[in-house]
């Protein structure tokens, strides 16, 4: 049987890769729902602060190897084909996770328990670090085109229905154990799901195709020569990644934030910030794959400059009309908006930077490029506008946090989108975009 991709079958590829990506994501965030339950269950000391302090770095830890995995695993996509390393990227990350899930507590195993915790959440990055870069990759050479836009802004899509899911089973737990069974064995649930569903998602992603382009390439680069052409396009790179900054940092802000920003600094109920969350990340499905076909009508550039210059206008204004009469209303509000600028970028960002990476390391490049804003800037996050309005005294700081994120994006996408002779030498001109 071919392994080539046929235009009739496209839609049934974004519906194997979306759904191996949704798992993946919600494998690695959900770390993060029930960190402060980890700390105390894996790791030593009667200080709950310092438990706590403890599972959140394991949790950043594996932000933190994403690079690497983009690096390693991205060459390794790029050399032996988009099929084979997306099926790999979702043994790692089923590996990680059951670590997770089976490790016995602290008090039974003793320092063995921190240690396998650890190991399974590097094993979860070095797969996040390259799944992302693989889909996108993966589902902008099988779009049609005109296309691309659209069907890329799948794999972001995807990754908001993770958050929904994890978030919906949260609220499902919290409402039916007990504090004492949730730290007994109530916290290993989603993570038990999580392998559960690992062997549907792993026989189905086996049934994709390889991508045309992959295929009909004349030959595919050594490691070494990958490697080389990463380090020469090392400031495409660089741009790349502060391209994304305002992404991941709007992610983040939107979705890992927003339960602790709510309930902690607003007083609103765990459940009124959770279903303020479970909203922006459905505002966010239903947005991203709008925003990128808008992207392919319109090009790149226009969504690219107007979303950085709405995030710097508003997002500093916003907060501040929020914590001046916090409200579960405002704070909907204000997560809707910002859930409306950044599918607005990202469904531009994601696609442009699959056609801006040389056609050789495209996986490698992009990947990197991602997984770096992510590990210095997004992953961050949360700990960052902490640490802001503790500092200062001013809730409204996050927004801050976010105008920053847009001015460093905005600065690359100008850069980028006025240099097509360097942007055009990097890829065939079928693929570069209509910026």
């Known amino acids: ?44 000391g009667n200080n709950e602060y310092a438990s706590l302090m403890l599972a959140l770095m394991t949790f950043g830890a594996g932000f933190l190897m994403r690079p690497v995995g983009a690096l390693v695993l991205g060459a390794y996509i790029d050399r032996h084909g988009r099929r084979t390393g997306l099926l790999l990227t979702l043994g790692l990350m089923a590996v990680g996770t059951f670590a997770i899930a089976a490790t016995p507590s602290y ?32 589902l902008s050479e099988i779009a049609p085109p005109g296309r691309k836009g659209f069907f890329v802004s799948w794999q972001s899509a995807s990754q908001q229905m993770a958050i929904v899911f994890a978030a919906i089973i949260g609220i499902v737990l919290a409402s039916t154990l007990s504090p004492d069974e949730m730290k007994s064995w109530g916290w ?12 549907f998602v792993y026989a189905i992603r086996r049934h994709l195709v390889e991508t045309p382009h992959y295929l009909t390439r004349p030959r595919h680069p050594t490691f070494s020569e990958i490697y080389r052409s990463l380090h020469q396009a090392k400031g495409l790179v660089l741009l790349g990644m502060m391209m994304t900054i305002m992404t991941t940092v709007s992610f983040y802000m939107i979705t890992s934030y927003t339960p602790t920003f ?3 600094e607003l007083h609103l109920t765990r459940l009124e910030s959770l279903i303020v969350t479970l909203s922006a990340a459905f505002s966010n499905f239903v947005l991203l794959p709008t925003m990128g076909a808008v992207s392919d009508r319109i090009g790149r550039k226009r969504l690219l400059i107007g979303a950085t210059v709405m995030m710097l206008l508003t ?32 469904g531009a ?13 495209r996986t490698a490049g992009f990947s990197m490029a991602y997984s ?40 690359a996408v100008l850069v980028m989108t006025r240099r097509p002779a360097s942007v055009a030498a990097t890829a065939t001109s079928s693929e570069h975009p209509a910026i």
């Not at 519906?15 to 029930?34: H, K, P, T």
């Open 262 to 264: 709510g309930t902690n």
């Open 349 to 361: 960002l994601v696609v442009y930077l699959t056609e801006i990476m040389p056609p050789a390391v």
């Open 107 to 138: 008090a039974t195993i003793g320092l063995a328990a921190p240690l396998a915790i650890l190991t399974g959440r590097l094993v979860q990055g070095l797969s996040a670090g390259v799944e992302l870069g693989g889909v996108s990759v993966y």
């Open 372 to 411: 770096l804003a992510t590990a210095l800037f997004g992953g961050f996050t949360p700990a960052i506008a902490t640490y802001l309005i503790h500092e200062t005294g001013n809730k409204a700081m996050p927004g801050a946090w976010l105008s920053l994120a847009a001015v460093l994006s905005l600065i």
């Open 1 to 44: 049987m071919s392994t080539q991709a046929k235009p009739q079958a496209a839609w049934k590829s974004i519906g194997i890769v979306a759904s191996g990506n949704f798992l993946e994501m919600y494998d690695f965030m959900v770390f993060g729902f029930y960190a402060a339950i980890i700390g105390q269950v894996h790791f030593p």
């Open 315 to 346: 997002a500093y204004p916003a907060l501040t009309w929020l914590v001046d009469a916090p409200s579960f209303s405002r704070l909907l509000a204000v997560e809707l908006w910002l859930s409306l600028v950044y599918s607005s970028y990202n």
């Open 188 to 199: 290993r649930v989603p993570f038990v799901i999580g392998c559960l569903l690992i062997p």
